[in-house]
């Protein structure tokens, strides 16, 4: 099973997820929890982008 990293160098400050959190959409109300939080799943593609890349 992947994992994402709790800490990282290139995770968001406090002060740019403020600034981003705003446009994101809200989290569903319904249907199955969120395995993560969205501001994990944000660090963790700004840590690494090329796991992103769809073939």
């Not at 109300?29 to 939080?37: D, I, M, V």
């Not at 944000?42 to 840590?47: G, L, T």
Request: charged share 25%; glycine share 4%.
């Amino acid at each position: 099973m992947a994992t994402l990293s709790l800490t990282s160098r290139h995770d968001l400050t406090d002060v740019q997820w403020q600034r981003l959190a705003p446009l994101l959409p809200a989290a569903p109300t319904r249907g199955r929890p969120l395995k993560w939080e969205i501001r994990q799943l944000i660090d963790d593609a700004v840590a690494d982008p090329g796991r992103l890349a769809v073939a």
